[in-house]
């Protein structure tokens, strides 16, 4: 801890006896969500993008994420958590109802593939903006393979509110610019994040099994659970592990992001997508005069940086996000780290956000200093240990140098972050904080209770292997769907929103004047 810096129980006395306690429970809550859209005969599906759901190019709600398949659910920010919740509620009844005989997989790792070939690449169009998505991701499957594309996450997003960055400049006596300040305080909350990020696939991990299928050509570092699944005994969260989307640095091949300051990050992310690397290079970017890759550059663009924390700032029109970050600094950050809770049919539920906004608070007041090459070794190494072996009682992860128990430091986290529990039940009178604490304590204390844990039990008793087990679910989160009723406004509405996003589709189309060489140098351009 640097010197001078207050601990949380003094901050937080700072703020309830001479600032206002309000402004730090307040804040914007969003969720992103993506699900597999699945046919009825256990295969990805294969058909386009329901038209019904409107263009996945410019609606504002419903998209895709790497695959035609794989949609994503953006929900709008709201003032609490809740209304978050309910949005995405819709939004899957809403795409329920347009659906023709397919499934939503509840579970974060996909269905049963048959091969990189049968992952169909999303599609946006033939506008400029729409051909450069799709490039993009031609060049992820060629770098990274498409299957592990088809790996579903949850993000959270979440800012504070505007108007508690005064006040709190104010209380700690702070002379520095506003969003200086700001965009300071949230990129330590970000290398917080990562410092105690392991704990987030410990208490929500959901995938300690993936189906046989997802491994094409090769034989994986995991245990045989039966003829059609791998798994790990003590998994949390393999999707989270080596197994899932990496950028390697070996032989130049990727990037570990600087998050020193904003500064930094930006210009760590800006200078990988333009350096050249040799590996992407023998991929080729235009090849018989189609496009393979945007470029050969470490990184395409900075969204193919994977982390587990992001600093964002939406860029518009085109911007690239490294410039809207510089020019406006931070708006929110974004959580990645969430498996699909496979046990709600929304993917995620409210006990896990209250605990994800206290967890996202205790990181922004938690001292939190520069991340040193050693510590960065560490933080990658524990949160690969928690993915693959976090239910193991004896597991040890590195701080400082040292080995410690898991499940000490584990508690001692969620003590500290008690009085934060607290306050925000009190000034949200709500009490499922401090009632989600206890329930995140009770699975340190005992890690059958764990999502993952829960999985593979249910797996052995039912003597079910991945896909059957994953299946049974996606059914009945499908007959929980069937069961509710959408708000004939809200279908109205996203009726709406569907024809504006195929006519703006349309419009960005019968514009396409420019040549997409020209378009993407002109991008390109704008870089920091």
């Known amino acids: ?67 035609e398949a794989l949609l994503e659910f953006v929900t709008p920010p709201f003032q609490e958590f809740s209304e978050a919740l309910d949005c995405l509620q819709n939004l899957h009844l809403y795409v329920q109802e347009n659906l023709q005989g397919e499934l939503l ?3 974060s790792m996909p269905c049963v593939l048959a091969g990189e070939d049968s992952i169909p690449v999303g599609r946006y169009g033939t506008s400029n903006r729409g051909l450069m998505k799709y490039i993009y991701r031609l060049g992820l499957g060629y770098r990274y393979g498409r299957v592990m594309q088809v790996i579903a996450g949850v993000h959270f997003n979440y800012s504070v509110a505007g108007d508690f960055w005064p006040m ?8 520095e610019n506003p969003r200086a300040f700001r965009d300071a305080r949230y990129m330590g ?46 998994a949390t969260s393999l999707r989270m592990g080596d197994i899932g989307y990496q950028n390697r640095r070996e032989e130049g091949m990727g990037i570990k992001a600087c998050y020193d300051s904003l500064g930094d990050y930006v210009q760590s992310l ?47 029109d085109m911007e690239t996000p490294s410039r809207a970050l510089m020019e406006k600094g931070i708006q929110y950050v974004e959580l990645r780290s969430l498996d699909v809770n496979a046990y709600h049919p929304l ?37 690969l240990w928690v993915a693959h072996q976090g239910r193991d009682p004896l597991l040890k992860l590195q701080r400082g140098g040292k080995a410690v128990l898991f499940r000490h430091w584990a508690g001692e986290l969620l003590d500290a972050m008690q009085p934060l529990a607290q306050l925000l039940a009190t000034e949200k009178r709500d009490p499922g904080y401090t009632d989600s604490l206890h329930q995140q304590r009770q699975k340190i204390a005992d890690a059958a209770l764990t999502p993952s844990g829960r999985m593979l039990k249910e797996m052995r008793e039912n003597g079910e292997g991945f896909y059957p087990f994953a299946r049974r679910l996606s059914l009945e989160q499908w007959r929980y769907f069937s069961s509710q009723e959408l708000d004939g ?19 960005l189309e019968a514009n396409n004047e420019e040549s997409l060489d020209s378009f993407l140098q002109r991008y390109f351009s704008r870089q920091i």
């Open 1 to 67: 801890m640097p010197s001078g810096s207050p601990s949380i129980e003094d901050l937080l006395a700072l703020i309830c006896e001479q600032g206002d306690p309000a402004l730090l429970a307040s804040g914007q809550f969003g969720l992103e969500k993506e699900s597999l859209r699945v046919s009825r005969n256990g295969g990805i599906a294969l058909g386009p993008h329901p038209a019904e759901l409107g263009s996945a190019l410019t609606h504002p709600h419903i998209t895709t994420d790497y695959s």
């Open 105 to 107: 997989w509840a579970t």
């Open 168 to 175: 709190y400049q104010k209380l700690l006596g702070n002379q």
């Open 189 to 234: 909350m970000v290398r917080n994040l990562q410092r105690y990020g392991w704990i987030i696939p410990y208490l929500f991990g959901a995938s300690p099994a993936v189906c046989r299928s997802f491994f094409t050509g090769k034989e994986p570092d995991l245990l045989v659970f039966d003829d059609t699944t791998y798994y790990e005994p003590y």
């Open 270 to 316: 800006a200078c990988a997508t333009k350096t050249p690397c040799p590996v992407w290079q023998e991929i080729g970017v235009k090849v018989n005069g189609e496009y393979r890759q945007l470029n050969a550059n470490r990184l395409q663009i900075e969204n193919e940086y994977y982390s587990s924390v992001r600093p964002k700032q939406p860029p518009v």
């Open 347 to 383: 993917g995620v539920d409210s006990q896990q956000l209250r605990f994800l906004h206290a967890f996202m608070l205790y990181c922004l007041l938690r001292p939190s200093p520069v991340i040193s090459s050693v510590e960065r070794k560490e933080i990658d190494r524990n949160l």
């Open 489 to 507: 406004f809200f279908r109205d509405h996203m009726r709406e929103l569907g024809l504006r996003s195929l006519q703006r589709q349309r419009e």
